[in-house]
């Protein structure tokens, strides 16, 4: 490959360098009340891309003037591990980091009941463990779950997935490497039993078309992602009612 090339990422068999098919995410495990000491918690990974996410609250803030006297606030913190990366990464909070703690934050905030807190604050804590592309969807995702498992009414959970255009072809659940050399990379977010985007992000170029055949592809994709987090939740409660 020369430099500035782009790689073959797609085979001359339709499929991408693991083996996926365009339409395939990798293989999706989640788990929820991972941490005894947090209010609510879980552990989503997308293939190699680890995530953990803890719940603190509802609870009345430390700092009053930081109270609403008619809602709850939602305060998010994603931070990347200092092992979660090839190279030791610095584990002072990035600028990175502080962005996509807000858009997580904002990929949230239309499905959580706040209101029902009022003069409260929910703390969640968003830990990526291992770094391979899609790592603000998984973060989502186990953020939305970390969320129910802490009993923070919602009105529908938040499941998220990267589409990627690599080689001209739109696939699903970019990793690492379709990422840095794709051509294009659209984060998405949805409440699906509502109907409602909650994140969209664009980096690169998509024609109308191959948007609208992106939009499709992630919706599809992540009304499976919900059916698995609301069996991952109701694995959990059923066997604690049962007992």
Do not use: C, W
């Given at each position: 490959?020369?430099?500035?090339?782009?790689?073959?990422?797609?085979?001359?068999?339709?499929?991408?360098?693991?083996?996926?098919?365009?339409?395939?995410?990798?293989?999706?495990?989640?788990?929820?009340?991972?941490?005894?000491?947090?209010?609510?918690?879980?552990?989503?990974?997308?293939?190699?891309?680890?995530?953990?996410?803890?719940?603190?609250?509802?609870?009345?803030?430390?700092?009053?003037?930081?109270?609403?006297?008619?809602?709850?606030?939602?305060?998010?913190?994603?931070?990347?591990?200092?092992?979660?990366?090839?190279?030791?990464?610095?584990?002072?909070?990035?600028?990175?980091?502080?962005?996509?703690?807000?858009?997580?934050?904002?990929?949230?905030?239309?499905?959580?009941?706040?209101?029902?807190?009022?003069?409260?604050?929910?703390?969640?804590?968003?830990?990526?463990?291992?770094?391979?592309?899609?790592?603000?969807?998984?973060?989502?995702?186990?953020?939305?779950?970390?969320?129910?498992?802490?009993?923070?009414?919602?009105?529908?959970?938040?499941?998220?997935?990267?589409?990627?255009?690599?080689?001209?072809?739109?696939?699903?659940?970019?990793?690492?490497?379709?990422d840095m050399y794709g051509e294009a990379?659209?984060?998405?977010?949805?409440?699906?039993?509502?109907?409602?985007?909650?994140?969209?992000?664009?980096?690169?170029?998509?024609?109308?078309?191959?948007?609208?055949?992106?939009?499709?592809?992630?919706?599809?994709?992540?009304?499976?992602?919900?059916?698995?987090?609301?069996?991952?939740?109701?694995?959990?409660?059923?066997?604690?009612?049962?007992?």
């Amino acid at each position: 490959m020369k430099y500035g090339e782009t790689p073959q990422l797609i085979k001359e068999d339709g499929t991408r360098l693991d083996g996926r098919k365009p339409e395939d995410p990798r293989p999706i495990h989640m788990e929820v009340g991972v941490l005894e000491n947090a209010d609510g918690s879980a552990y989503v990974s997308f293939g190699k891309t680890r995530v953990l996410a803890a719940v603190y609250g509802p609870r009345e803030p430390i700092q009053k003037y930081m109270v609403l006297p008619d809602r709850a606030i939602l305060r998010v913190r994603y931070h990347m591990a200092p092992f979660s990366t090839g190279e030791r990464k610095s584990p002072a909070p990035s600028r990175r980091e502080i962005e996509l703690s807000k858009v997580i934050r904002e990929a949230l905030e239309p499905v959580v009941i706040t209101e029902l807190y009022p003069r409260t604050m929910i703390d969640l804590f968003i830990e990526v463990l291992q770094a391979d592309g899609g790592t603000r969807t998984t973060g989502v995702t186990a953020a939305s779950l970390a969320l129910a498992d802490a009993g923070i009414a919602m009105r529908d959970l938040v499941s998220g997935v990267a589409i990627g255009k690599v080689n001209g072809v739109l696939v699903v659940d970019i990793d690492e490497v379709e990422d840095m050399y794709g051509e294009a990379d659209m984060p998405a977010a949805m409440a699906t039993k509502l109907g409602l985007v909650t994140l969209l992000q664009l980096n690169g170029v998509l024609t109308k078309e191959e948007f609208v055949q992106a939009m499709e592809m992630a919706k599809k994709t992540l009304e499976k992602v919900s059916e698995m987090q609301r069996k991952t939740l109701l694995e959990k409660y059923s066997s604690v009612l049962q007992v």
